[in-house]
């Protein structure tokens, strides 16, 4: 199949053809063969397709039952799942997750990092995930993280359940150190997380100082483990929005030992507004990690919505457009080509933190996964939240859409 006239990642209009499901080719003005089927994109962007690095499916569209997080904190996000897990079922979850998975896709989405919990002695909701990570791998690939809620070491048997998720399947290890009863604890799960996936050659995500408290600082423990355990880029700090208090001493000192160890950084802008500063009187913090320090000083971070319509987020439509537009807003980055870049944080950037090598990308002889958006570049895209024109994953079309429509009547 021939594509012409396509603007790949804001570069001039181009052909490009796909042949058994991979990129074979891109010029100037590529010419058809005897009978093959061309597509002119008209000038339309063309992005590799885009990647959700951290959310929640297993508790997606349960926002309100059983009860609403009234004050709309961390803590009271915590409190209502707790509630709410009494009544999961593998079906409850693979209902929801299906059908926040097909909006996904419907945005262009193709690759999803999950975090499930695992402090539920059931673990019910990991082997639902594992097994629709199976039925969904051709459409959407899920790549679940065995995540501890309500800690490791503060929550009973938190360790063996931490083995039992390994041994299921998981892909990679989670950890809440800012969650845990002390600072001892925090350490010691940390330790333990870490250990767990180099032994079982997993990659790790930990939920890293989601908190307004500058003494939080679970971040040099999980860079110093990742850089000692030789992890490096295999580890993944998400949140971090402790960094936005931290003082600047210390992050100078903190940013040498980030750069040695080669994390990734996951930042969740639209749930970290919306949750950080809830015990400032004025004025409020921001909240949200530094993701133009980080940037700058070569670090690799992306950006995802952490929660779709649940006790942490009431809303969410599982358009990665609203992360990337509300991020590049509350970090101060709306300079002309930071903008031009900024979809690299839901696709490059965000395939370097899944760990996902020459499987993704728009390459010669890479799978031919991408995104047609109704717009000549990024730019105009991301400002008119340009609707997804195809989805395509290795060559196969798996969602479609109309271009937007709007009469005026005056």
């Known amino acids: 199949?021939?594509?012409?006239?396509?603007?790949?990642?804001?570069?001039?209009?181009?052909?490009?053809?796909?042949?058994?499901?991979?990129?074979?080719?891109?010029?100037?003005?590529?010419?058809?063969?005897?009978?093959?089927?061309?597509?002119?994109?008209?000038?339309?962007?063309?992005?590799?397709?885009?990647?959700?690095?951290?959310?929640?499916?297993?508790?997606?569209?349960?926002?309100?039952?059983?009860?609403?997080?009234?004050?709309?904190?961390?803590?009271?996000?915590?409190?209502?799942?707790?509630?709410?897990?009494?009544?999961?079922?593998?079906q409850d979850i693979r209902e929801r997750v299906q059908r926040a998975v097909r909006l996904y896709a419907s945005h262009g989405v193709q690759f999803i990092r999950?975090?499930?919990?695992?402090?539920?002695?059931?673990?019910?909701?990991?082997?639902?995930?594992?097994?629709?990570?199976?039925?969904?791998?051709?459409?959407?690939?899920?790549?679940?993280?065995?995540?501890?809620?309500?800690?490791?070491?503060?929550?009973?048997?938190?360790?063996?359940?931490?083995?039992?998720?390994?041994?299921?399947?998981?892909?990679?290890?989670?950890?809440?150190?800012?969650?845990?009863?002390?600072?001892?604890?925090?350490?010691?799960?940390?330790?333990?997380?870490?250990?767990?996936?180099?032994?079982?050659?997993?990659?790790?995500?930990?939920?890293c100082d989601e908190i307004d408290d500058e003494a939080s600082r679970g971040l040099e423990t999980v860079a110093a483990r990742a850089l000692e355990l030789e992890l490096f880029d295999k580890v993944t700090a998400s949140h971090t929005t402790a960094m936005h208090s931290y003082n600047n001493a210390y992050v100078t000192r903190l940013m040498r030992l980030l750069k040695m160890s080669r994390i990734n950084f996951v930042s969740n802008p639209l749930v970290n507004t919306h949750l950080q500063g809830r015990m400032d009187a004025y004025p409020k913090r921001r909240g949200v990690t530094r993701v133009k320090e980080l940037t700058e000083a070569g670090i690799n971070v992306s950006f995802g919505h952490d929660d779709i319509f649940d006790p942490w987020y009431p809303m969410g439509t599982g358009n990665l457009r609203d992360v990337v537009f509300m991020g590049l807003h509350v970090c101060q980055m709306m300079g002309y080509e930071e903008i031009m870049g900024a979809y690299r944080f839901v696709t490059t950037n965000a395939a370097r933190t899944l760990h996902l090598g020459e499987r993704y990308g728009i390459a010669k002889g890479r799978p031919a996964s991408f995104v047609v958006l109704d717009a000549g570049q990024y730019y105009d895209a991301l400002n008119t939240n340009a609707v997804v024109l195809a989805s395509y994953k290795n060559g196969k079309k798996i969602a479609q859409a109309a271009p937007a429509s709007t009469k005026v009547l005056f």
């Open 114 to 207: 999950t975090h499930v919990d695992v402090t539920d002695p059931s673990l019910v909701a990991m082997e639902a995930l594992l097994e629709l990570r199976e039925e969904l791998r051709d459409t959407v690939e899920l790549q679940v993280v065995a995540f501890p809620q309500e800690g490791i070491l503060s929550y009973p048997n938190g360790k063996q359940l931490m083995k039992d998720a390994v041994r299921l399947g998981a892909d990679a290890v989670g950890a809440i150190p800012h969650f845990e009863f002390t600072r001892e604890y925090s350490v010691e799960s940390l330790n333990f997380a870490m250990r767990l996936a180099a032994d079982n050659g997993l990659l790790v995500d930990v939920h």
């Open 1 to 90: 199949m021939l594509f012409q006239n396509a603007r790949i990642e804001n570069a001039a209009p181009a052909d490009f053809r796909i042949e058994n499901g991979l990129f074979a080719g891109f010029g100037a003005s590529l010419p058809p063969k005897p009978g093959e089927e061309t597509v002119d994109l008209g000038g339309r962007l063309v992005l590799p397709p885009f990647i959700e690095s951290h959310v929640h499916l297993d508790t997606c569209l349960t926002a309100g039952d059983p009860v609403w997080n009234l004050s709309g904190t961390l803590f009271e996000g915590i409190e209502c799942w707790a509630k709410r897990k009494d009544k999961l079922t593998k």
